[in-house]
């Protein structure tokens, strides 16, 4: 045994016997001093436990906020949609009820139709229908909606029939203007691009003098369309040099189509 190592254990014995000789009240009061000294130490080690358990509670709790606000945001996404959903049946309910009250009060008998296709070249000019023959629809019937005058019938099937829209140039209108004796023949210009069918009211007299907003009607001349389906309302009127023409504005928004009724007679 080393020299160092004897000296160390002769002052551990030392201390020791010097600790072994106090009486119960010493060690007491000495204990007392030892936690007294390591208080500090013991209350610091408490607080960061606790605010480690502070800590990791506020961890749980914004774990769990995050999943009841992801949650939250799909059931927003549903009842969203579920909204639209509502919003869109009740559209439908109003335009069937709108378009079924419009058939009930009509001094025509009408046959409902639904629009089926498009002309997939020039859309404005045909559309197709899921009437025909077995219906009762013939050629050159008129087709209208509540809004006003359509079109006409043109080519039959058994089941289906092709309608030639009012705003196409081969279809003409014996028209007549509200508040005034003016008679003239509507027929459609072709336009191009994204641009909105319209329609010109020839053969007007030039004294006519028609005002943006004026009503015009089918006259019935012709025997194809019967009168008083509204075609459509003033735009512009000018002169030419042999007759007045005033340019028209659809009644019918030809663009969204849905449902028709075919004019089958008069009630």
């Known amino acids: 045994m080393s020299r160092t190592s004897i000296i160390a254990l002769l002052i551990f014995g030392a201390i020791l016997g010097y600790f072994l000789s106090f009486g119960p009240d010493s060690t007491r009061k000495f204990q007392a001093g030892i936690y007294q000294l390591l208080a500090p130490f013991l209350s610091s080690g408490s607080g960061i436990q606790k605010q480690i358990t502070s800590v990791r509670s506020g961890l749980k709790s914004l774990e769990e906020l995050e999943k009841e606000n992801a949650g939250l945001r799909v059931e927003n996404r549903e009842l969203r949609a579920t909204n639209q959903g509502l919003r869109d049946v009740e559209r439908e309910v109003n335009r069937l009820r709108h378009a079924l009250n419009y058939r009930e009060r009509s001094v025509f008998k009408l046959l409902p139709a639904v629009v089926m296709a498009r002309d997939s070249s020039t859309w404005w000019r045909t559309i197709s229908i899921n009437r025909g023959k077995e219906d009762g629809v013939e050629a050159d019937m008129a087709v209208v909606t509540d809004e006003g005058l359509v079109g006409k ?65 089918t006259s019935g001349v012709g025997g194809v369309f019967p009168s008083g389906l509204p075609v459509g309302t003033v735009k512009t009127f000018r002169v030419r040099e042999l007759d007045g023409q005033a340019q028209l504005a659809p009644g019918v928004d030809l663009t969204h189509l849905e449902d028709v009724f075919i004019v089958t007679g008069k009630k």
């Open 153 to 217: 019938t043109t080519t039959v099937g058994a089941n289906i029939s092709v309608v030639l829209l009012v705003s196409d140039e081969n279809c003409k209108v014996a028209a007549s203007i509200e508040g005034t004796r003016e008679q003239g023949i509507v027929s459609g210009e072709r336009v191009v691009g994204g641009l909105a069918p319209s329609l010109n009211l020839n053969f007007l007299s030039k004294q006519a003098d028609l005002k943006p907003g004026q009503k015009v009607y």
